[in-house]
C-alpha cells in the first residue's frame, strides 16, 4: 500500500467511517502531504464510503484545503485593499526576488509556495503575511527575509 493510502486508512481509523469525519480526513492529509493529490482524494472516498466528486468538491470549497501541489511552507500574503495600501506589493517583490518566484508558485526546492490571500483579519496590522498558522502583522520590507529564513 503507498504512503498516501496507508496515510488515509490511519486517519479514517482515527476519525471513523462516517461523513462527518470528511473535513478531518481532508485536514489530516494537507497537513502531511501539503496537498490533495488525486490519489489521496480516491482513497478517502473509498475509505469513507463517498463518491470522488463529493471529496473533490469539500476539498475545493475550502481555499485551505489545497488540491495543488505546495511547497513545505505556504507563504499567504493578504491582497485586500489596507493591506494593499499599507504596502503589500513591496512585501511580495522582495520575496519574489528572494525566493525566485512568483506568487502562486514554490520554489524548486520544494520548500516554499507563495500566495495571494483574502483578507485575513488583522487590517489594522497590515501589511500582514501567514506562513503556515503563524501570522506576521505590520510587516517590514527589512525584516521579511529574515522572518522567511526562519524556515529553511
Ligand atoms: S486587508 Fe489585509 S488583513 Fe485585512
Known amino acids: 500500500m503507498a504512503n498516501t ?3 488515509v486508512e490511519q486517519l479514517v481509523t482515527k476519525h471513523g467511517v462516517c461523513r462527518n469525519s470528511l473535513l478531518p480526513v481532508l485536514q489530516g492529509v494537507v ?18 464510503d463517498l463518491s470522488s466528486a463529493d471529496v473533490y ?7 485551505f484545503l489545497d488540491t ?5 511552507n505556504i507563504i499567504r ?3 485586500t485593499i489596507t493591506c494593499k495600501m499599507k504596502g503589500k506589493q513591496k512585501i511580495v ?5 528572494h525566493l525566485k518566484i512568483k506568487e502562486g508558485e ?12 483574502n483578507c485575513l483579519g488583522w487590517c489594522h496590522k497590515g501589511p500582514v503575511m501567514l506562513v503556515n ?4 502583522p505590520e510587516l517590514d520590507p527589512e525584516e521579511v527575509v529574515e522572518i522567511i529564513e526562519k524556515y529553511c
Open 5 to 7: 493510502e496507508k496515510l
Open 106 to 117: 514554490t520554489t524548486r526546492n520544494g520548500k516554499f509556495t507563495m500566495l495571494a490571500a
Open 93 to 97: 517583490e522582495v520575496l519574489e526576488d
Open 68 to 72: 495543488e501541489f505546495r511547497g513545505e
Open 77 to 79: 500574503i493578504c491582497k
Open 31 to 48: 497537513k502531511e502531504e501539503h496537498f490533495l493529490s488525486d490519489v489521496a482524494m480516491i482513497a478517502i472516498a473509498k475509505a469513507l
Open 57 to 63: 468538491g469539500t476539498a475545493s470549497f475550502y481555499s
Open 133 to 136: 498558522d503563524d501570522v506576521y
